[in-house]
């Protein structure tokens, strides 16, 4: 049993499988706003749910094992990083490839379960979750593309939900949610990104951190959670969110300040209390708001 508990531990480090809570969290919020119609509202039933948390975790298993397999070289010559699984030696590189397709495979059959539209963007997906792993041997906004890979999350869970049935108002709803994922991700992974500046500095590696520098990147990166939080207030305005919505984004923000004061007053050994607490907490109260907002048909009112 212990011996089954270590490997299961391995890989779930090799995925990062804790970093799911950043992606889940607005892909299930993405569900239940797209599911209010339905009774009960929020809720597409439990086919439809275990499909998108299925679909979810293949992606996120593919595009890290990729980014493992892509990066391993460097990985075994950061001191941060060498004791990572692949770089020491408790995953080989032929089991990472065989994750990687299990995860590819994974992705493609949940999507095709749902329906065809989810079906027919599946090969989009992959390219986009595996593709930003290789950016930043050539750009300075490494950020972006890796956001726009975490904002596919939401969408994809919106167009499983409604599929062909989606209407042109919730295609700009999603929009606007997957932009805010977008400016929101950038802005933390800039800050994940000061871990290594002198690292990728010295080995040709691209970041906004290392193209302006550390104290413009995280310029750059309030700027990016600053619209964020924008974003998703207007999103609670077209989804006419009240009480509950506006208590999340008060929170939301408190998050966002606290994390940049983190980032800018503290040693680095604080980066990961910033980057995945704050974080984390940031992506649970967003769902949960969005969640009591639809639930509650309306959420809150002030009387």
Not at 89 to 115: D, H, I, M, P
Not at 127 to 150: E, I, M, N, Q, W
Request: charged share 15%; with cysteine; aromatic share 14%.
């Amino acid at each position: 049993m212990g011996r089954v508990v270590g490997a299961l531990g391995t890989w779930a480090e090799f995925v990062k499988f804790a970093h799911t809570v950043f992606a889940l969290p607005f892909a299930l919020a993405a569900m239940v706003v797209a599911a209010r119609r339905m009774d009960p509202p929020g809720w597409p039933g439990w086919r439809v749910f275990g499909l998108i948390l299925g679909a979810m975790v293949c992606a996120r298993t593919c595009a890290m094992a990729f980014n493992r397999i892509v990066d391993r070289r460097y990985d075994a010559a950061n001191p941060r990083t060498a004791g990572r699984a692949l770089p020491s030696g408790a995953v080989s590189l032929a089991a990472a490839w065989v994750v990687w397709g299990l995860g590819a495979a994974g992705l493609v059959a949940a999507a095709a379960l749902l329906n065809p539209v989810c079906f027919y963007l599946s090969p989009v997906a992959l390219v986009a979750v595996c593709f930003y792993s290789l950016t930043k041997r050539f750009t300075d906004y490494t950020h972006v593309f890796l956001g726009v890979a975490l904002a596919l999350a939401p969408v994809g869970s919106w167009l499983a939900v409604r599929g062909e049935a989606v209407t042109w108002f919730e295609l700009a709803q999603m929009s606007l949610l997957a932009v805010a994922v977008v400016f929101w991700l950038v802005g933390f992974d800039i800050i994940y990104a000061l871990q290594d500046y002198e690292f990728d500095r010295a080995h040709g590696l691209h970041s906004l951190v290392v193209g302006w520098g550390p104290k413009n990147a995280l310029d750059a990166a309030f700027l990016s959670h600053l619209l964020m939080w924008l974003l998703l207030a207007v999103f609670g305005l077209l989804c006419r969110f009240r009480l509950a919505y506006l208590a999340g984004l008060f929170l939301i923000l408190g998050s966002l300040l606290l994390e940049h004061w983190l980032a800018r007053r503290r040693s680095l050994k604080w980066i990961n209390v910033s980057f995945f607490r704050m974080n984390a907490l940031i992506s649970m109260v967003f769902v949960l708001a969005t969640t009591a907002e639809v639930v509650f048909r309306g959420g809150f009112k002030l009387r």
